[in-house]
Nanobody, 125 residues
Framework: QVQLVESGGRSVQAGDSLRLSCEGS????????MGWFRRRPGVEFEFVGG?????????RYSESVKGRFTISRDLAKNTVYLQMNDLKTEDTARYYC?????????????????WGQGTQVTVSR
């Protein structure tokens, strides 16, 4: 049974850093595209970034987070991470990880077939 479980979300101040985790089970993360999305209040799902490939993973980020967010993975733990630095109030959202398929990271939700339940990040001034 494929499962993705996010953790690490909490309330922080603007300028703080936070690391989210996504632990996968029932499959190996290195065999799939692993993506991060977020849903802000009143906004549709937004692609944040993703990671794919072996032995060295390639990454891709949305313009809104590029330079501030970094995605990495620990194959031994079957876990993907989203390191978020210099957080802004507009980063407040529920963050989801997802397992995707294909040859590269895509921002299209329909290319992801399993999703976690999400973890809430709230950034205040």
């Amino acid at each position: 049974q494929v499962q993705l479980v996010e953790s690490g979300g909490r309330s922080v101040q603007a300028g703080d850093s936070l690391r989210l985790s996504c632990e996968g089970s029932g499959y190996k993360i290195q065999d799939y595209v692993m993506g991060w999305f977020r849903r802000r209040p009143g906004v549709e799902f937004e692609f944040v970034g993703g990671l794919h490939g072996m032995p060295v993973a390639s990454t891709r980020y949305s313009e809104s987070v590029k330079g501030r967010f970094t995605i990495s993975r620990d194959l031994a733990k079957n876990t993907v991470y989203l390191q978020m630095n210099d957080l802004k109030t507009e980063d407040t959202a529920r963050y989801y990880c997802a397992r995707g398929y294909g040859e590269g990271v895509t921002e299209y939700r329909q290319n992801y077939d399993h999703w976690g339940q999400g973890t809430q990040v709230t950034v205040s001034r």
